[in-house]
């Protein structure tokens, strides 16, 4: 089993519509999860970041972590064309690297 | 705050010779950067971490004398790919980390040996 696990899609939507993505993690360590955007050629860019369990909100993004599931989501309200990009989920343990997912590949449709 | 940059963001090279990459926390000072490499339609595979005035670790797999990693500053890492062949083609990502925890990426660089 590996460490972290990702859907890599595609997913395709519809503008406005509400996305969810999904990883688990097999690690009980981890105590950082983060969530990059990364698009085409381009470097990964920090969406989210969340220390342990709970729910944080930025705009029309939500990230949620349930540690006792393994199980980390990034919602996406209001999903613009925008918005189209690998999103990669990442973990860790306090002071070491990260483990990515490999990255769920969204595609919203005006 | 929090930028990443890389230099430079493209490059091509002839099979032998030897590439140079620059990874600089613009805004913050970094002990540790990391560098990874990704293929197309793939996620980043970690290849080493570098910390400031120590010996770089590699991971399972990557050639320390093949990809030369030096963290001479709490500003700057530098990957040099040396005597490049094509399957080195790859786009290198740095990431550097102000605290224990976050992470920030540069822009990657895109490496094409002809």
């Known amino acids: 089993q590996k460490e972290v696990e990702q859907d890599p899609g595609p997913l395709s939507v519809p503008e406005g519509a509400i996305v969810s993505l999904n990883c688990t993690y097999s690690?009980?360590?981890?105590?950082?999860f983060m969530w990059y955007r990364q698009y085409s050629r381009k470097g990964p860019e920090l969406l989210m970041y969340?220390?342990?369990?709970g729910n944080k909100e930025d705009g029309r993004f939500t990230a949620q972590v349930d540690k006792s599931s393994k199980y980390i989501s990034l919602f996406i309200r209001d999903s613009q064309p925008s918005d189209s990009a690998t999103y990669l989920c990442?973990?860790?343990?306090?002071?070491?690297?990260?483990?990515f997912g490999k990255g769920t590949t969204l595609s919203v449709s005006s | 705050g929090a930028v990443v940059s890389q230099h430079p963001s493209w490059v091509i090279c002839k099979s032998g010779t030897s590439v140079k990459i620059e990874c600089r926390s613009l805004?913050?000072?970094?002990?540790?950067m990391f560098w990874y490499r990704q293929f197309p339609k793939q996620s980043l595979m970690l290849m080493a971490t570098?910390?400031?005035?120590?010996?770089?670790?590699?991971e399972q797999g990557v050639e320390k004398d093949k990809f030369l990693i030096n963290h001479a500053s709490l500003t700057l890492s530098t990957l040099t790919v040396t005597s490049a062949h094509p399957e080195d083609s790859s786009f290198y990502i740095c990431?550097?980390?102000?605290?224990?925890?976050?992470?920030?990426f540069g822009p990657g660089t895109r490496l094409t040996v002809t």
């Open positions: 990442a973990m860790s343990r306090a002071g070491t690297a990260l483990i």
């Open positions: 990431s550097a980390r102000p605290t224990s925890d976050e992470q920030y």
């Open positions: 805004d913050f000072q970094a002990t540790t």
């Open positions: 570098s910390n400031e005035g120590s010996k770089a670790t590699y």
């Open positions: 969340t220390y342990s369990s």
């Open positions: 690690n009980s360590a981890f105590q950082y």
